[in-house]
């Protein structure tokens, strides 16, 4: 059986790739395939997503910074969104009802408030992977749409434990020891090294605080991610998050195939999801107002919108403690199973127009921005610093670093993550914080000042994006890129990058001489 779904899962998810698709999508398929099929899921499938789900917000954690939570455009544009959205719903769900569509006409009003308090969440599990995906939970809009789910994690729980009536131990209380054992821990973590045991301490973290959180009755994904959080300041965390990456994605692929096995849908109840599905437009609009409200930037307040533009999961867990309890029929589980299944196609396929789509209705958008923006959007040009590096990571580092020590031209470092621009001052390097695939970044550039412009980006797709923007905006200097196979290599060139160096390539050329060097000193 578990080899079936093995198989099944990668026919489809190959087939989605094949066109062009993410082959989460495929997995959904092949959920819905094989329990059309007649096979059904068993406690192997149940295990492997629970782990997938535990370990993703485990690695979502060890990537937040807990002070993006206390801010306004998080928590009130979080709390206005559900508020605003709940009463949206209710009036479409009795506008349905007034047309007389089934399952609509019996729904009472606390029934429909309860279906739109379900449907008001965003996936975490969607939205991080399409974030990874394109590497951008570090962007600002990222970490807004991280902090949100983490606010909608939170309201997840209290509603979880207002309607199971479990509520948590005393000893829940005792958690906060954790924050007096801190250095005790981070000294096991230093202990641990550079090897095998790093994917081993992650898991064990994960699962160690999932069990923790669990013994003291509050939900122990919630634990995995505040355990996440309360370890991200540890230099290895980022080590840990990679290390965990592969595993987190195979763990992941039983969460998308469960969501197929939930029930064997019915034409009527397609028909009635794909009503439902309607909603998200509005979900979009709401978002995106409420951050254009407070003050954001028309790109950052559009891609976190599009990202959070779906239906969680958690919809799912409502549905089933409301078919338990007898508020709601089980066709509704079936109902709300296929809507939280397509939210997820269809924001997996819009999203990866998003920058196209920004760029097009850019104007539009634009009328809906406040003239006085955040602090954290507005941007600063150093002056007299002619070369630019875009992306501050060990590549971009060593350029800035090699730049400065032997060039006459300085050279001053851009990066779209704001807690690593801290860093980097600490450090006393010139960097800066802001997005270079955002087009009102680069027309609010004196371009003229700058003629050399290094795209330090691990991402291919990232490099062309940016190489789009600067010819839109009339770049007129240089541009360097890195690759890390040939064939990457080529695609730039040929898209017009005037000079791409093969990370592994160059690195090993730049070994070799900095190594032979050794030699010419001896003799000379």
């Given at each position: 059986?578990?080899?079936?779904?093995?198989?099944?899962?990668?026919?489809?998810?190959?087939?989605?790739?094949?066109?062009?698709?993410?082959?989460?999508?495929?997995?959904?398929?092949?959920?819905?395939?094989?329990?059309?099929?007649?096979?059904?899921?068993?406690?192997?499938?149940?295990?492997?997503?629970?782990?997938?789900?535990?370990?993703?917000?485990?690695?979502?954690?060890?990537?937040?910074?807990?002070?993006?939570?206390?801010?306004?455009?998080?928590?009130?544009?979080?709390?206005?969104?559900?508020?605003?959205?709940?009463?949206?719903?209710?009036?479409?769900?009795?506008?349905?009802?007034?047309?007389?569509?089934?399952?609509?006409?019996?729904?009472?009003?606390?029934?429909?408030?309860?279906?739109?308090?379900?449907?008001?969440?965003?996936?975490?599990?969607?939205?991080?992977?399409?974030?990874?995906?394109?590497?951008?939970?570090?962007?600002?809009?990222?970490?807004?749409?991280?902090?949100?789910?983490?606010?909608?994690?939170?309201?997840?729980?209290?509603?979880?434990?207002?309607?199971?009536?479990?509520?948590?131990?005393v000893w829940a209380f005792s958690l906060l020891g954790l924050f007096l054992i801190k250095p005790l821990v981070n000294k096991v973590i230093d202990h641990v090294g550079h090897g095998e045991l790093i994917p081993l301490t992650g898991i064990f973290l994960a699962l160690g605080s999932y069990e923790l959180f669990s013994l003291v009755n509050i939900k122990g994904d919630l634990g995995a991610l505040l355990i996440g959080m309360y370890l991200a300041s540890h230099t290895k965390a980022t080590e840990i998050n990679k290390a965990l990456m592969s595993f987190k994605d195979i763990f992941l692929i039983g969460f998308f195939l469960s969501i197929g096995f939930t029930a064997i849908p019915t034409l009527e109840m397609f028909s009635l999801a794909l009503l439902l599905v309607l909603l998200i437009p509005i979900k979009f609009i709401l978002f995106y107002g409420i951050f254009s409200l407070l003050k954001m930037r028309c790109r950052s307040a559009f891609l976190t919108s599009l990202s959070l533009s779906n239906f969680s999961e958690f919809g799912l867990i409502v549905g089933a403690l409301s078919v338990t309890a007898g508020w709601l029929s089980n066709d509704w589980l079936v109902i709300l199973a296929l809507s939280v299944s397509i939210s997820f196609i269809l924001t997996n396929v819009i999203y990866r127009f998003a920058h196209t789509l920004f760029a097009k209705h850019r104007d539009f958008l634009a009328l809906f921005e406040r003239e006085r923006k955040l602090a954290e959007d507005s941007f600063s040009q150093p002056a007299q610093r002619p070369i630019l590096i875009v992306g501050m990571g060990r590549v971009g580092m060593g350029a800035y670093q090699a730049i400065n020590n032997h060039s006459d031209a300085p050279a001053w470092g851009l990066d779209a993550d704001k807690d690593k621009i801290t860093w980097l001052a600490n450090k006393g390097i010139d960097g800066y914080y802001g997005d270079a695939e955002d087009i009102h970044f680069w027309e609010s550039l004196d371009l003229s000042r700058i003629e050399l412009v290094l795209l330090a980006l691990p991402s291919v797709q990232d490099s062309i994006t940016i190489k789009k923007l600067l010819n839109a905006v009339h770049y007129k200097g240089k541009i360097a890129a890195v690759a890390r196979y040939e064939d990457e290599r080529a695609q730039l060139e040929e898209f017009g990058i005037d000079k791409v160096f093969n990370f592994y390539t160059e690195v090993g050329v730049g070994f070799a001489e900095e190594s032979l060097s050794l030699l010419a000193n001896k003799t000379a």
């Open positions: 059986m578990d080899f079936i779904w093995i198989f099944f899962a990668f026919i489809c998810g190959l087939a989605a790739k094949t066109i062009s698709l993410p082959p989460s999508i495929g997995f959904l398929a092949a959920g819905f395939i094989l329990n059309i099929a007649g096979y059904q899921a068993d406690e192997s499938l149940s295990l492997l997503s629970d782990l997938g789900i535990t370990i993703m917000l485990f690695t979502i954690g060890l990537k937040l910074n807990v002070k993006n939570l206390f801010k306004t455009e998080v928590w009130l544009g979080s709390s206005l969104h559900t508020i605003l959205w709940i009463l949206g719903t209710i009036a479409f769900f009795k506008l349905l009802a007034l047309m007389s569509i089934s399952y609509f006409v019996d729904l009472d009003l606390s029934t429909a408030a309860l279906i739109a308090f379900a449907l008001s969440f965003s996936s975490t599990v969607c939205v991080i992977k399409l974030l990874e995906e394109n590497g951008e939970v570090r962007t600002r809009h990222g970490k807004l749409a991280v902090s949100i789910l983490v606010i909608q994690d939170i309201v997840a729980v209290a509603f979880l434990v207002m309607a199971t009536g479990k509520t948590p131990s």
